[in-house]
């Protein structure tokens, strides 16, 4: 059995993202001195693609490297059979550090407090464990402080049971080209990897770039790139690129019912839509319990025999409408909620316009998707 609304996700087109993103990167060598390697960003279920597979589809196509959110996510992605190493972004809890050393995870160490623990769970474990060190250069929320690490180091150094093998921080406004942080945190993170160095840190791996950083600045690719989004085929609102992306994931439905509205008359809950003329809608049992913004009723569309639909009235938990007045729609026919449906650019509607439609951002559409709804894969 499966529901009528089911997501699909393209392997292949994640697997084509993977290599464009990499050859742009190789391309683009030239300018700093070497080709950058790429950490694919897996974390919150792969954003709503499926955490398992999109991590082996990844590792398959060449990332050297993944990133999660915490130990749990990591442990799903080992267990799933991804061999590379898999770096925990999040900050640690003590309960759950034991994942770490059984599924072979990297942890991030972003506080002395982090850094007691860990050492403490190596050496009680009799092993070392290497880890990637996070320095806060702006951000201020997790990492050690920049402008502190004469004085946080030197304990962190001195634990015999951690290996420093890579040392990172995050940018809080890489899509913001007004402002002026972003430059700040890549000089502060500069010569906090200058700091390190004097105190005998030299990590093999510097990183620093999410999607919007490595479309922005050359300079902070380092020697790894973080992207997210991009791998998704979604570039970062505001940002373009000429990288050539597909979307990895779309949204498919179909028509459950067509419903003939006389002039006057509303539907679903507290009439939000009235018809101002004779209307036909189309019910599409897809909701917010799937994930789909309640804003969407009024700003949105579907996409139905190559037309656009506007969303209309409220959205269910279960079920929305289309207002199709005119397009000759029946029971049965394909509804795409995210995803393609011809050539023409008006027949593709992408998270990105989504988001811009109810006013959040890609990400949150994406990792949104309900639980309930079945994630098909097509190699
Ligand atoms: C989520 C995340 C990324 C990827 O961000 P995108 O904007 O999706 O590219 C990179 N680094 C860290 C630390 C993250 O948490």
Redesign the pocket.
């Known amino acids: 059995m499966t529901r009528i609304t089911v997501a699909h996700v393209d392997l292949a087109a994640l697997t084509r993202n993977f290599r464009a993103i990499q050859a742009f990167l190789e391309h683009e060598a030239a300018t700093v001195h070497r080709a950058a390697r790429v950490v694919a960003?897996v974390?919150a279920n792969a954003?709503g693609h499926g955490a398992a597979r999109v991590a082996l589809a990844l590792e398959a196509a060449g990332a050297t490297m993944v990133?999660c959110?915490d130990i749990e996510e990591g442990v799903e992605i080992r267990r799933a059979g991804v061999r590379v190493p898999i770096l925990v972004?999040g900050a640690l809890s003590v309960s759950d550090l034991g994942g770490a050393f059984a599924h072979g995870l990297t942890p991030t160490i972003s506080s002395p407090g982090a850094a007691r623990a860990v050492e403490a769970a190596a050496a009680a474990r009799n092993t070392t464990i290497g880890c990637h060190l996070k320095i806060d250069t702006g951000m201020h929320r997790l990492g050690f402080r920049h402008d502190n690490l004469p004085w946080t180091m030197p304990a962190v150094i001195a634990s015999p049971h951690l290996r420093i093998e890579a040392v990172y921080t995050?940018f809080a406004t890489a899509d913001d080209a007004d402002r002026d942080l972003f430059n700040e945190q890549r000089v502060r993170f500069d010569a906090a990897i200058e700091t390190l160095a004097g105190l005998g840190v030299r990590p093999a791996i510097v990183h620093a770039a999410?999607?919007?950083a490595m479309l922005r600045d050359s300079r902070v690719w380092y020697d790894a790139v973080?992207?997210?989004?991009?791998l998704y085929g979604v570039v970062?609102p505001p940002l373009a690129s000429t990288i050539p992306l597909e979307p990895a994931l779309s949204l498919t439905s179909r028509v459950v019912a067509v419903k003939g509205l006389r002039p006057g008359e509303g539907a679903g809950y507290n009439w939000r839509f009235v018809a101002e003329q004779a209307t036909s809608l189309a019910v599409i049992p897809a909701g917010y319990a799937d994930g789909l913004d309640t804003r969407l009723g009024g700003r949105g569309h579907v996409l139905i025999r190559g037309r656009r639909a506007p969303i209309v009235g409220a959205i269910s938990m279960d079920m929305l409408t289309a207002d199709v007045t005119g397009l000759d729609v029946e029971p049965g026919d394909e509804v795409v909620i995210i995803g393609r449906q011809g050539d023409e650019s008006w027949q593709r509607i992408d998270a990105r316009e989504m988001a811009a439609a109810v006013g959040t951002i890609p990400?949150e559409i994406l990792c949104r998707i309900g639980a309930r709804i079945e994630r098909r894969y097509e190699e």
């Open positions: 960003v974390k954003y990133a959110a972004f995050h999410n999607s919007a973080r992207p997210g989004l991009l970062p990400w």
